[in-house]
């Protein structure tokens, strides 16, 4: 950056620390293009004109042009120096046309045509901007209830849904942002037992679905009893159900597909900090922020891995350091406010009448190693809860004091603080837990509070290479320490813990512990501990392996509730699509010979064949696998599925004929399955024994069944055990075909910066 005297204006020394990934998704997602799509800006240029666009809000109370530099200055600083970081909207759109800085919004649904479709147009316009929604579905009347305006009954709200899902899925295609959507059903509504299965069968793509639970449910689950339902169009008891047969149910279903998520919408509402305008019935598709219909999100994050210290007692946090930039992050994110060029002039209002920010921390599981403590001690959930209570002091002092220079949040009167001990505050809610996955990739830290997903991992190139991804921290330990070799690191990299490889020094290995290292239980702790000194919510997402039970989900429920956090989202290894990162070694597939080219004709489709047709789960929905073979063996496929039209119909379509003309042709039926197995995509799904992790691994998997049947006569379902290999495997980044990680209640892909939520 240069000032018109020619002399540097701000320190470019950003361009230089920048890892290589950093900067590969600065360069594919932040920086400006020009019209052929080159970047035309370098990370230096990016937070300039942020840190400039963001300031210019403090002329609006009075600030002179000297003032305006120096706190542009002290934002770019604040950013470069990677201890604070703002959204991804903000970064991307600060400065330039769109000017839209916000991640999520809340949209209302009232029980008329009228409102579903004006909130199915304000979501396309907000998913056009950039940015995600969230519903709640509780105020539209159940399936088959009276429509007195044309003497029919209503379809309910899960039918709904399906307008939004394809009115997203529409404006996904017509751009380069995925839209998010959360959809919340209370535990109370008739339809909540529809609404439950709802993705049972592949459906809802573009949303994550949340079940709102009550203290009256949960005490009803505790008793053993039934509990009422109420129709939300009369106000009225609408029949009755089990609450433990319908926990259950949310259970069994969240350990198969990972959904539902559960709130406690009650604990919510407790601490909505503006009562008089009405009850918070929804968050933001990741769950953590909590708001009213018409509100949205500004976020940023404190880089806690920056804020360790050498001592000569050990390490330490520099709490002095850390308030500072907290503060200054606080006075940055309510410049945003002001700044922000919001979608709707109903969010804009609203945005601007409470003045909710949520400042967050990530790189918490790089703090714990460099503080030498385990993330499931006792010890580090202890440290956790300390961290967040003097984050959010801290916070809550930065926004009383630009209340007293800017004045209280317009919608003070009445709110909580409207109190003689209440205090003044320029901000209704302060902190927030959010994910960070692309922003930790630009900070180099860890994502959020969750804790490392891998130590070491592989990425495959072009021409089956493996690349072994290793922690910076970990090389760094293990080569000073001197037990570092690549042949650790892919070792490593296959087991996927460095719990139980003698190779690792005990403390290190305590250090360095995995998500699937750490036990559900204590992912929930360290939830709790966080969300004690938190004004919104807390985004984590509990993982829990493969073999986990649902007794294992159900207690994590319990515990949830007795430790007051809001919501949780689980996940259970390979349940559903969108699966993490992988750390297991593929298996290498045998190639058939290579045919001469143009010497091979397939041979003509016989006229009668015998085969058999096989419904295996795909998540892209049902997929119809018919296998078909003739005296020389086997000869065709064909698929088709179960709902028509769209990529998935052709693409599936495109694949059985490719592989008709190769067993045709006489190239090994074994060759063809083995090459289709493993094969990864963005959405695979769980099937009786194990993984479906795209339609052609589906395809691969009938094919596979046929043979035995074909020699035995004998009918096989599920996945074959043959496949062990791919247990750690699942989706690939529907973007570049890396690794992606399942955390905070999103999935990231580290190598090109891809987020579902964003």
Avoid at 214 to 239: H, K, Q, S
Avoid at 251 to 264: E, H, K, L, S, Y
């Amino acid at each position: 950056m240069q000032d018109a005297a020619g002399t540097a204006k701000y320190s470019l020394a950003i361009d230089e620390i920048l890892t290589p990934n950093s900067l590969k998704v600065l360069q594919k997602r932040y920086l400006r293009r020009d019209e052929a799509g080159n970047p035309i800006e370098k990370p230096s240029d990016m937070f300039a004109r942020v840190a400039e666009n963001i300031a210019s809000a403090e002329k609006v109370w009075g600030a002179t042009d000297a003032e305006v530099a120096e706190t542009a200055a002290d934002f770019y600083s604040l950013m470069t120096s990677l201890e604070f970081l703002p959204n991804s909207p903000t970064l991307m759109n600060a400065g330039r046309d769109l000017q839209q800085l916000s991640a999520c919004f809340v949209l209302p649904i009232g029980d008329s045509m009228e409102s579903i479709f004006n909130a199915v147009r304000d979501t396309a316009m907000i998913h056009k901007s950039g940015g995600g929604t969230g519903f709640s579905f509780s105020r539209l009347r159940p399936g088959g209830d009276q429509v007195r305006s044309t003497q029919g009954v209503s379809s309910g709200p899960v039918s709904f849904m399906k307008v939004f899902n394809q009115a997203t899925e529409a404006v996904k295609q017509g751009g380069t942002r995925r839209g998010a959507n959360m959809g919340v059903l209370r535990i109370d509504h008739p339809d909540i037992l529809t609404f439950i299965k709802c993705k049972e069968d592949g459906d809802f793509s573009n949303f994550n679905i949340s079940v709102a639970l009550t203290e009256d449910f949960m005490e009803a689950v505790r008793a053993g009893t039934a509990y009422d339902l109420r129709n939300p169009r009369t106000g009225e008891i609408d029949g009755e159900l089990d609450a433990l047969e319908v926990y259950n149910l949310i259970v069994n279903m969240a350990w198969a597909t990972g959904d539902p998520g559960i709130i406690f919408i009650d604990r919510i509402n407790r601490d909505n900090p503006t009562p008089m305008l009405g009850e918070i019935e929804s968050t933001n598709p990741c769950g953590e922020q909590p708001l009213l219909p018409y509100e949205a999100c500004n976020l940023g994050s404190v880089n806690l891995s920056k804020f360790v210290t050498p001592t000569e007692n050990g390490p330490e946090v520099d709490w002095d350091h850390l308030g500072d930039v907290v503060q200054r992050g606080v006075r940055f994110l309510d410049d945003v406010i002001e700044v922000n060029n919001y979608p709707l002039p109903e969010i804009d209002e609203l945005a601007r009448g409470n003045r909710k920010i949520g400042l967050g921390v990530m790189g918490w599981a790089d703090m714990l190693i460099k503080m030498g403590l385990s993330y499931d001690s006792a010890e580090g959930i202890a440290l956790g809860e300390k961290v967040m209570g003097f984050v959010n002091a801290q916070g809550a002092a930065a926004s009383a004091k630009l209340a007293d220079e800017r004045g209280t949040f317009p919608n003070f009167e009445g709110s909580i603080f409207d109190s003689p001990d209440g205090g003044n505050m320029r901000n209704a809610t302060v902190t927030t837990i959010a994910p960070t996955g692309t922003l930790s990739i630009i900070a180099n830290c860890s994502s959020g509070v969750e804790p490392l997903f891998a130590v070491s991992y592989v990425r495959t190139v072009m021409d089956n290479d493996r690349l072994i991804e290793v922690n910076p921290m970990f090389e760094e330990i293990a080569v000073k320490r001197g037990f570092y070799s690549q042949e650790l690191m892919s070792l490593i990299a296959d087991h996927g813990s460095v719990h139980g490889i003698a190779e690792v020094p005990e403390d290190v290995q305590s250090w360095f512990v995995t998500a699937h290292d750490i036990t559900p239980e204590s992912h929930i702790r360290m939830q709790a501990s966080f969300q004690k000194h938190t004004d919104n919510a807390v985004s984590k997402t509990v993982n829990f392996s493969s073999d986990a039970t649902r007794d294992d989900v159900a207690e994590v429920y319990n515990l949830a509730y007795e430790l007051g956090v809001k919501g949780v989202t689980i996940y259970r290894d390979g349940s559903k699509g969108n699966q993490v990162l992988s750390t297991g070694k593929t298996g290498s597939s045998a190639a058939a010979d290579e045919p001469r080219h143009g010497e091979i004709e397939p041979r003509p489709r016989p006229v009668v064949t015998q085969g058999r047709t096989e419904k295996i789960m795909t998540g892209c929905g049902n997929l119809y696998v018919t296998v078909n073979w003739d005296e020389h063996g086997m000869c065709e496929v064909f698929t088709q599925m179960g709902k028509s039209g769209g990529c998935a119909s052709s693409q599936s379509e495109a694949l059985s004929r490719m592989i008709s003309v190769s067993l045709r042709a006489g190239v090994d039926p074994e060759a063809i399955q083995k090459h289709l197995r493993g094969i990864r995509c963005p959405s695979p799904s769980w099937t009786e024994g194990g993984k479906v992790l795209s339609c052609a691994d589906a395809v691969g998997i009938v094919m596979e069944h046929a043979f035995t049947f074909m020699e035995t006569g004998e009918a096989v379902k599920g996945v074959s055990k043959n496949t062990d290999h791919l247990d750690n495997l699942s989706g690939a980044c529907p973007e570049c075909g890396g690794v992606v990680e399942h955390e905070s209640g999103c999935m990231v892909c580290r190598s090109c910066g891809y987020s579902k939520c964003a």
